[in-house]
Nanobody, 122 residues
Framework: QVQLVESGGGLVQAGGSLRLSCAASGRTFSSNVMGWFRRAPGKEREFIAYITWSGGFTYYTESVKGRFTISRDSAKNTVALQMDSLKPEDTAVYYC???????????????WGQGTQVTVSS
């Protein structure tokens, strides 16, 4: 079992930046894939990006390409999401999750953090 704890959320003005961090503990494996998702009020959970622990391969959803950057520190077992040029529509609760296989579907991710709130004011 992997335990995940997100941090770094908060309130920021449009155009600003935030950096989210996800600390993983427990049974972490080099073959795992770490993903970030978000859920805005009244909307479904949305995939943002994922990264492989082993090779650092990354994949982003189109709406965040060029604005968000996912990275990992394998030695510290942390995954970060650097968010720049934030927009009001980025307001949501952000979650990190771990999967053996990766992908865009939340169903592929077995373990989830508790989430951290990001609010972008206009």
């Amino acid at each position: 079992q992997v335990q995940l704890v997100e941090s770094g959320g908060g309130l920021v003005q449009a155009g600003g930046s935030l950096r989210l961090s996800c600390a993983a503990s427990g049974r972490t494996f080099s073959s795992n894939v770490m993903g970030w998702f978000r859920r805005a009020p009244g909307k479904e959970r949305e995939f943002i990006a994922y990264i492989t622990w082993s090779g650092g391969f990354t994949y982003y959803t189109e709406s965040v390409k060029g604005r968000f950057t996912i990275s990992r520190d394998s030695a510290k077992n942390t995954v970060a999401l650097q968010m720049d040029s934030l927009k009001p529509e980025d307001t949501a609760v952000y979650y990190c999750a771990v999967s053996r296989f990766g992908g865009r579907s939340p169903e592929a991710y077995a373990n989830w953090g508790q989430g951290t709130q990001v609010t972008v004011s206009s």
